[in-house]
C-alpha cells in the first residue's frame, strides 16, 4: 500500500527534524576527508539536492573522493531512514536541503533547476520540497 501525500511529507518533516540530531554522521564523514574539504571549499565538488556530493569541474582525480562520500552517506541515509521509518530516498532529499544551507560563501550547490550555483552571502535556492 502506497502512502499519501500527506503521510509522506509528514515522514519528510519527521526525518528533517532527526536530522538535525542526525546530520552529524554525514557531516563527520566529509569533515574526516581532507582532500574532499579542500575540493569543496575550491568549488570542485558540490552539494547535490538529493543529499550527494558531485563533481563540479574538478579533475577526475576526484572521482573516488566523490564516490566514498556518496557510500558513506548513503549507508548513513539507510540506516537512519530505518530508524525514521522512512525511505532512503525521503532521508536523502531532507538531508540534501540541510547540507545544502549549510553550504558557505564559494561553495557550490545544486539549484532546484539542477544548475550548478556558487553560494553568496544569501540564502541557497532550495528544493520546494524542503521543509
Same mark, same amino acid.
Given at each position: 500500500?502506497?502512502?499519501?501525500?500527506?503521510?509522506?511529507?509528514?515522514?519528510?518533516?519527521?526525518?528533517?527534524?532527526?536530522?538535525?540530531?542526525?546530520?552529524?554522521?554525514?557531516?563527520?564523514?566529509?569533515?574526516?576527508?581532507?582532500?574532499?574539504?579542500?575540493?569543496?571549499?575550491? $568549488? /570542485?565538488?558540490?552539494?547535490?539536492? #538529493? *543529499?550527494?556530493?558531485?563533481?563540479? &569541474?574538478?579533475? +577526475?582525480? !576526484? =572521482?573516488?573522493?566523490?564516490?566514498?562520500?556518496?557510500?558513506?552517506?548513503?549507508?548513513?541515509?539507510?540506516?537512519?531512514?530505518?530508524?525514521?521509518?522512512?525511505?532512503?530516498?525521503?532521508?536523502?532529499?531532507?538531508?540534501?536541503?540541510?547540507?545544502?544551507?549549510?553550504?558557505?560563501? $564559494? /561553495?557550490?550547490?545544486?539549484?532546484? #533547476? *539542477?544548475?550548478?550555483?556558487?553560494? &553568496?552571502?544569501? +540564502?541557497? !535556492? =532550495?528544493?520546494?520540497?524542503?521543509?
Amino acid at each position: 500500500m502506497r502512502a499519501s501525500p500527506v503521510l509522506s511529507l509528514h515522514r519528510l518533516w519527521l526525518t528533517a527534524a532527526t536530522l538535525v540530531l542526525g546530520l552529524g554522521g554525514s557531516m563527520a564523514v566529509a569533515q574526516s576527508n581532507p582532500q574532499y574539504a579542500a575540493a569543496k571549499a575550491a $568549488g /570542485e565538488i558540490g552539494e547535490k539536492a #538529493d *543529499g550527494y556530493v558531485a563533481l563540479v &569541474g574538478g579533475p +577526475a582525480s !576526484l =572521482r573516488a573522493v566523490v564516490d566514498d562520500i556518496n557510500i558513506k552517506r548513503k549507508a548513513v541515509y539507510a540506516e537512519r531512514a530505518a530508524a525514521n521509518h522512512a525511505t532512503v530516498e525521503e532521508y536523502a532529499l531532507s538531508s540534501g536541503c540541510n547540507l545544502i544551507t549549510k553550504t558557505k560563501p $564559494g /561553495e557550490k550547490y545544486q539549484a532546484p #533547476d *539542477g544548475s550548478w550555483q556558487t553560494r &553568496g552571502a544569501g +540564502a541557497p !535556492l =532550495r528544493d520546494s520540497r524542503c521543509p
